[in-house]
Structures are given as structure tokens and as C-alpha cells.
């Protein structure tokens, strides 16, 4: 059997596991994908706009204004007025965001772990790499930049690295 002709139901439901076991890790804490996912783009993106947040992490901006009024409710954000434009809030974190990120980066190196538990450090880094091709070969054939918040990838230059994603390094 071709073993490649199953290849993208397998890629689908891997991250659909994938997915579905951070998200067990994180309803401990009362949170969802789409929260972390939020919460981590703000980490890294403070004082930009609602708008642009949504676009970020790919929620339909009137799903977004929910998110960030429970997060504002928590007491986990804020929202400041745009000096620039009226009607935009921009948006911070608060001091009781820090301790939910350290949580988020923890179930996130967890649900990695134990994503790849058994498999050796070189597969690993052969398989993201690879991942990384595929992604730069999609994004060439649509003509896209990479996904903001990501660095473009070596392998869409032609050289082999590892991508960083928008995640905190472990120490």
C-alpha cells in the first residue's frame, strides 16, 4: 500500500489529537486553544489591536471581542483607547496574565512531550524539517508570506533549519 496516498487524513488527525490534548491539559485551568492561542500572540505582540489579534490567530473578529471580554472580565488584559483611531482598543496584558502564560508554556511543553515521547532527537529535528518544507512549498504555490508571527523558513531559501514558532523557548 502507498503509504503517502493517506498522507493528508493523517496530518489532519494528528493535529486534530494534537489539539484535542492540549486542550484536555488546559481545561485545568479554564482554558481553551483559542484563549492560549490569544493570550501567547499578545505575549509577544502588546498594544496591538483587536482587529489585528484575530487576524493573528485566525478568529473571526466578532468571536475575538468575546474572548477579550472574558479575559478583561478575569482581569487578565486590558484595553486602551488607540491615540491613533477612535473607534481601535489596543490591548496588554496585566500582572495576572504572567502566571496563566508560565501555565500555558508548561501544558504546551507537556503536550509536545508527550507528542514525541519515544521518538529520538534527530527524527524529531528530520521531521520538522521536513514539516517546514512542506509548509514553504504550500505557501510558495499560493503565493503567501509565512504565517505572522513565524520567521520564513530556511527551507523555502533552500536551507535546511528548524523554524522557530511564536512559543517561548525552554529553558
Known amino acids: ?18 489539539v484535542a490534548r492540549f486542550e484536555r491539559h488546559a481545561a485545568q485551568i479554564s482554558l481553551t486553544l483559542v484563549h492560549s492561542r490569544a493570550l501567547t500572540y ?17 478568529v473571526d473578529p466578532m468571536c475575538m471581542v468575546r474572548i477579550l471580554d472574558r479575559m478583561e472580565a478575569d482581569g487578565v488584559l486590558e484595553r486602551h483607547p488607540d491615540p ?26 507537556l503536550t509536545r512531550a508527550e507528542t514525541f515521547a519515544g521518538i529520538a532527537r534527530a527524527e524529531r ?19 503567501a508570506a509565512p504565517a505572522a508571527g513565524r520567521a520564513p523558513s530556511a527551507a523555502a531559501n533552500g536551507k535546511s533549519r528548524v523554524r522557530r514558532l511564536p512559543m517561548k523557548q525552554e529553558s
Do not use: C, H
Request: proline share 1%.
Open 1 to 18: 500500500m502507498d503509504r503517502l496516498k493517506n498522507f493528508g487524513f493523517l496530518l489532519k488527525d494528528v493535529s486534530r489529537r494534537y
Open 42 to 58: 499578545l505575549e509577544k505582540n502588546e498594544g496591538i489591536s483587536q482587529a489585528r489579534l484575530a487576524e493573528l490567530t485566525e
Open 84 to 109: 491613533d483611531d477612535r473607534r481601535a482598543r489596543r490591548l496588554y496584558l496585566t500582572a495576572k496574565a504572567k502566571p496563566l502564560l508560565e501555565e500555558i508554556w508548561r501544558l504546551v511543553a
Open 125 to 143: 529535528e528530520a521531521f520538522i524539517d521536513v514539516l517546514e518544507r512542506l509548509d514553504a512549498n504550500l505557501l510558495a504555490l499560493d503565493g
